[in-house]
C-alpha cells in the first residue's frame, strides 16, 4: 500500500548557520547535503521566538495569541494550548496515523497533542535518537506516519552549550573564537566570541543528530513517502535574537525535501510562516482540516516548492505576520509584526515595560560582559533602544537589516506605515487577538499589575 508520511526534524534556538546558508566557517556537511537534495527557503519566519510557544504555533497551524500557549508550559509557567485547538497528531491520528513525538515536545495538555509513541531519549545523542527512529518506523510499518524529532542541540545548557559533556555518537568538534562571524547586533568583544564558538560546536552537533535520524529513515525503506522538514523553534539563543521582535529572532532556516519533487538543490525566496507547516503537512496527506477550510491563517507549501520565487510582483507570498505574548512567566513583551519585503512594522503592546532577557541569556557569559563592562553599542544597535523599545517602529530592512533605525516619523514614509498598521490590525481583528478586547487596557501596562 501507498502510503504519505512526514517527518518533522526540528532543533532548538537555531540560526541560520549552516553551509547552505552562506556561512563558511560552520561545518554542517548532514544539513548541506539535505539541502542539495531538497529547498533551502531564504526567507524562513518563526511566528513566535520562544520554545513553546513557536512549538504549539507548528503544531496547531495558529498563531500564538490564538492557541492559548503564551510561553512555556513547563513548571512554574503553566501555559497550555487551548483545549478546543487541533493539531498535526490530534488530526492524523484521527485518521489512522501512527504518531511520534522522539525527544523535545515542549507543548500542552496531552489530550491536544495526543502522540502515540514518547520515549525516553537523549535529545543530544544521535545514537540513541535514530535507535528510537528505527524502533517507531519498525513498530508501525504497516501505516503512515507522522514523526515529530525535537533536539535539544543548540540550546544553552547552563552558563554555557554542554559542548563539554559526551553523548553516545557525538566526536569532539571545536571552533576558535578567532574564526566566529559576530552577527549585526552583537558587540565583537571576546566574551561574545566564546560565546559563539561554543554556540557554533553546539550547532554541529545538531549537524550529527540530522545525519543520524535522516540514515535512519533512509534504512526504514519508506524516505520514498516521506516528506522531510528540518528546521527550529526559532533563532539563536543570545540578546537581541531570541524571544525578541528582530529578524535576529524570527528569521529562521527551514530545509524541506518531497520524494515527489523534480527540482532539487532549490532556493525558494518566499515570505514563509511557521503557521505554513501544519496546511502543508494535511495537504501532503491529502487530510481536511476538521475546522474547515478556513480553520488556519497559514497556507499550504506544497504549490511553490519547486519554485524560485513563487508568484513575483503580485504580492501572495510577499509579507507575513508575527505575533509574541509571553517567553517565561516573567518574560512578558506582546508585539504583532508585519514583516514585508523591505519595510517591517512592529506594534509593541507593553512598550512601557523593559525588554526582558530569557534566563539563559540573562545569564549567558555575552550578557554578563555586556552588563560588567557597560557595553553599550550592540553590534549597530545601541543597547538603550534594545532594552526600551517605542509604541511602534517601521524599519527598512533593505537599508538596515539591524533594524537600529526607526523610520516611523519619516514624512515619506507615512502612507507605507498607515497601510501596514490598518493591516496589522485587520490581522488581529481576524485572528481574535485577545490582547484587543477592551477590558485588557491595550497598551497601558497599569491594567497588568
Not at 563539554?164 to 574564526?179: C, F, K, L, Q, V
Not at 563592562?373 to 539591524?402: C, H, I, S, T, Y
Request: negative net charge; charged residues 25%.
Amino acid at each position: 500500500m501507498s502510503y504519505k508520511s512526514v517527518m518533522f526534524v526540528i532543533a532548538d534556538d537555531w540560526s541560520r548557520i549552516a553551509k547552505c546558508y552562506g556561512n563558511a566557517v560552520i561545518r554542517t556537511p548532514h544539513i548541506d547535503a539535505f539541502a542539495e537534495r531538497g529547498v533551502v527557503f531564504d526567507y524562513g519566519f518563526c511566528t513566535s521566538p520562544s520554545c513553546a510557544v513557536s512549538r504549539a504555533c507548528i503544531l496547531t497551524g495558529q498563531h500564538s495569541h490564538t492557541h492559548g500557549q503564551y510561553g512555556h508550559c513547563h513548571g512554574i509557567h503553566g501555559f497550555r494550548t487551548h483545549e478546543n485547538m487541533q493539531s498535526i497528531p490530534r488530526i492524523l491520528k484521527s485518521h489512522g496515523f501512527a504518531t511520534a513525538c522522539i525527544g523535545k515536545k515542549h507543548v500542552e495538555p496531552a489530550s491536544v497533542y495526543p502522540f502515540d509513541y514518547e520515549p525516553r531519549v537523549d535529545g543530544r545523542s544521535p545514537v540513541d535518537m535514530a535507535a528510537k527512529v528505527t524502533q517507531f518506523l519498525t513498530e508501525n510499518a504497516d501505516k503512515p506516519f507522522y514523526l515529530h524529532i525535537g533536539s535539544s542541540y543548540p540550546h544553552r545548557a547552563g552558563k554555557g552549550f554542554g559542548n563539554e559533556r559526551t553523548h553516545e555518537g557525538i566526536e569532539p568538534n571545536p571552533y576558535s573564537p578567532d574564526e566566529i562571524i559576530v552577527p549585526n547586533f552583537l558587540p565583537d568583544i571576546s566574551a561574545v566570541r566564546e560565546d559563539l564558538a561554543d554556540y557554533y560546536e553546539s550547532v554541529s552537533r545538531w549537524d550529527a543528530v540530522v545525519g543520524a535520524v535522516l540514515d535512519a529513515l533512509n534504512a526504514s525503506g519508506r524516505a520514498d513517502e516521506t516528506l522531510v522538514f528540518v528546521t527550529t523553534d526559532h533563532a539563536m539563543p543570545f540578546p537581541g535574537a531570541k524571544a525578541s521582535s528582530f529578524d535576529s529572532g524570527h528569521h529562521c532556516p527551514l530545509l524541506i525535501a518531497s520524494p515527489t519533487q523534480q527540482r532539487q538543490g532549490l532556493r525558494n525566496q518566499a515570505l514563509v510562516n511557521w503557521v505554513d507547516f501544519c496546511p502543508t503537512m494535511l495537504d501532503w496527506c491529502g487530510i481536511a482540516h476538521p475546522d474547515g477550510p478556513d480553520a488556519l491563517p497559514g497556507r499550504s507549501l506544497l504549490p511553490i516548492l519547486e519554485d524560485d520565487s513563487p508568484h513575483p510582483g503580485d504580492g501572495t507570498w510577499e509579507e507575513t505576520y508575527f505575533s509574541h505574548c509571553f517567553h517565561e512567566v516573567t518574560n512578558y513583551y506582546p508585539y504583532r509584526v508585519l514583516r514585508g519585503r523591505r519595510y517591517k512594522y512592529v506594534r509593541n503592546l507593553a512598550y512601557q515595560l523593559e525588554t526582558p532577557l530569557p534566563s539563559d541569556l540573562f545569564r549567558s557569559i555575552s550578557w554578563t560582559a555586556v552588563r560588567d563592562d557597560n557595553v553599550q553599542q550592540l553590534g549597530e544597535r545601541q543597547r538603550e533602544n534594545f532594552l526600551q523599545q517605542e509604541r511602534e517602529a517601521l524599519f527598512d530592512m533593505q537599508k538596515d537589516p539591524a533594524e537600529s533605525t526607526n523610520l516611523i516619523d519619516e514624512p515619506a514614509l507615512q502612507e507605507t506605515l498607515d497601510e501596514m498598521r490598518q493591516k496589522v490590525i485587520a490581522f488581529r481583528e481576524k485572528t481574535k487577538d485577545p490582547w484587543l478586547e477592551q477590558s485588557f487596557q491595550e497598551g497601558e501596562t497599569a491594567a497588568f499589575f
